[in-house]
């Protein structure tokens, strides 16, 4: 079965009354990654009727992290493409497979990395401007690892056993919303404040190679 990650990037709202279309479409397989710019590809009839095939195909398994609420903002900012007016079919929540497993919430895609993946995922580019063409490598990188990165959670979650028939739904109302043991320093929940990268950290420049006192920053080269 051919399985598809799915995500999208908007700028942030401002003020009560603000609303910023959804800017991209993230689509990902286990070996490409699609960056899709909505507000030129949504005038285009072949990309709305190959976007409605995909996702009402329920031979094709769409994975992603709360989805629902992308697909509800996308139905408002393209209220012309109907692929966007649909429910997904074959569609499965991550967070929902894991706190069936886990019985408990992990936190959002950061928490689903350093617990199943052991890596931390860096979020700095998630409130940026995505409406600015073109976009910044750094964006392009984070768009295309929040998509990518849900394959490598899908698998893991896969190889433990999990039930991916879990839905959102059926999960008991007083399931504990975040892991109860973390780190008290950068709040990560794969390891505790003995073990953080953190304190180990140059105060100066955030690498951790070194500390503060010897930090090349510092370094005067004298010619």
Same mark, same amino acid.
């Given at each position: 079965?051919?399985?598809?990650?799915?995500?999208?990037?908007?700028?942030?709202?401002?003020?009560?009354?603000?609303?910023?279309?959804?800017?991209?479409?993230?689509?990902?397989?286990?070996?490409?990654?699609?960056?899709?710019?909505l507000?030129?590809?949504?005038?285009?009839k072949?990309?709305?009727?190959?976007?409605?095939?995909?996702f009402?195909?329920?031979?094709?398994?769409?994975?992603?992290?709360?989805?629902d609420?992308? $697909?509800?903002?996308?139905?408002q900012? +393209?209220?012309?493409?109907? /692929? &966007?007016q649909?429910e @997904?079919?074959?569609?499965?929540?991550?967070?929902?497979?894991?706190?069936?497993h886990?019985?408990?919430?992990?936190?959002g895609?950061?928490?689903?990395?350093?617990?199943?993946?052991?890596?931390?995922?860096?979020k700095?580019?998630?409130?940026?401007?995505?409406n600015?063409?073109? $976009?910044r490598k750094a964006?392009i990188? +984070?768009?295309?690892c929040? /998509? &990518?990165v849900?394959? @490598?959670?899908?698998?893991?979650?896969?190889d433990i056993?999990?039930?991916?028939?879990?839905?959102?739904?059926?999960?008991p109302k007083n399931?504990?919303?975040k892991?109860?043991?973390?780190?008290e320093?950068?709040?990560?929940?794969?390891?505790?404040?003995?073990?953080c990268?953190? $304190?180990?950290?140059?105060?100066?420049?955030?690498?951790?190679?070194?500390?503060?006192?010897?930090?090349p920053?510092?370094?005067?080269?004298?010619?």
């Amino acid at each position: 079965m051919k399985i598809i990650s799915l995500d999208s990037e908007w700028k942030t709202d401002l003020g009560l009354n603000g609303f910023s279309p959804t800017s991209i479409l993230q689509l990902a397989t286990s070996n490409s990654i699609y960056l899709i710019d909505l507000e030129i590809c949504c005038n285009f009839k072949d990309f709305d009727n190959y976007l409605y095939e995909v996702f009402t195909d329920p031979d094709i398994l769409k994975i992603g992290i709360g989805f629902d609420g992308d $697909l509800s903002r996308l139905k408002q900012s +393209y209220p012309d493409c109907i /692929s &966007f007016q649909i429910e @997904l079919s074959g569609y499965i929540d991550l967070i929902s497979v894991f706190a069936g497993h886990f019985k408990y919430y992990p936190g959002g895609l950061i928490g689903l990395c350093e617990i199943l993946l052991n890596e931390k995922l860096c979020k700095l580019d998630q409130m940026s401007n995505w409406n600015q063409r073109p $976009l910044r490598k750094a964006q392009i990188h +984070y768009a295309a690892c929040d /998509s &990518f990165v849900c394959l @490598l959670i899908y698998q893991k979650l896969k190889d433990i056993g999990a039930n991916m028939e879990v839905r959102i739904e059926d999960m008991p109302k007083n399931t504990p919303k975040k892991v109860g043991d973390v780190c008290e320093e950068c709040n990560s929940k794969s390891h505790f404040k003995s073990d953080c990268p953190q $304190l180990k950290r140059c105060n100066v420049c955030g690498r951790s190679e070194h500390n503060a006192l010897n930090c090349p920053c510092f370094v005067v080269k004298v010619s």
